[in-house]
């Protein structure tokens, strides 16, 4: 994983295989993690959390609101 630290449920990140940011809902057995859109309902699973850049942690993004 990649920038400032490793990302964990509720992180906002960048996706760098979808080449998309979402933010992180769940992580499976410490191996897959799962992402939405920072805005929508879909689902995707990342097998490379190494690809994962964290763009804001979850005490960053409820300081935003």
């Known amino acids: 994983m990649s920038g400032?630290?490793?990302p964990w449920?509720?992180?906002?990140v960048?996706?760098?295989e979808a080449d998309r940011r979402g933010i992180v809902t769940d992580?499976?057995?410490g191996t897959?993690?799962?992402l939405r859109?920072?805005?929508?309902v879909e689902r995707w699973k990342s097998e490379h959390p190494?690809?994962?850049t964290l763009l804001a942690s979850r005490e960053e993004m409820r300081d935003r609101l």
């Open 4 to 6: 400032r630290g490793n």
């Open 9 to 12: 449920v509720g992180d906002l």
């Open 14 to 16: 960048h996706d760098e």
């Open 27 to 29: 992580v499976r057995g």
């Open 32 to 34: 897959v993690w799962v």
């Open 37 to 40: 859109p920072e805005y929508g």
């Open 50 to 52: 190494e690809r994962l």
